[in-house]
């Protein structure tokens, strides 16, 4: 069963289908600087709008880049919280477009 809205997939193979925070964080604890150093997340299509990519460091830490060029977004942060990770990376997930996803309603209100 393909991915319904993205998939990650780390450096040694290990892949996960519309992966949950604690998905993110397991694989994020599983990256080293030998043979396992980034995952990649993006959309289950040919030519994605959007990533996001975690690697190691050399030091010790993360560094953490998303693109949306949709959105003409490029961020490039670093990080040492696992953590924290998952949890900006989900609220960053939640936010993008997917085929076949209402768009989000705004009021007047």
């Known amino acids: 069963m393909a991915a319904e ?7 040694n193979g290990h892949h996960i289908d519309d992966p949950s925070e604690d998905a993110l964080f397991d694989l994020i604890s599983e990256l080293n600087d030998a043979d ?5 997340i993006q959309p289950d ?9 975690v690697t190691v460091l050399d030091g010790g830490g993360y ?6 060029t949709a959105r003409r977004e490029h961020e490039v942060t670093t ?5 924290w990770i998952a949890n900006d990376l989900i609220i960053w997930l939640a936010a993008r477009d997917f085929p076949g996803r209402p ?3 705004t009021s007047s209100f």
């Open 103 to 105: 768009t989000p309603q």
């Open 36 to 40: 396992n150093t980034f995952i990649v």
């Open 5 to 11: 809205y993205y998939c990650a997939d780390s450096e």
């Open 45 to 53: 299509q040919d030519d994605p709008a959007w990533f996001v990519s």
């Open 79 to 83: 990080d040492t919280s696992i953590g």
């Open 63 to 68: 560094e953490i880049v998303r693109r949306d």
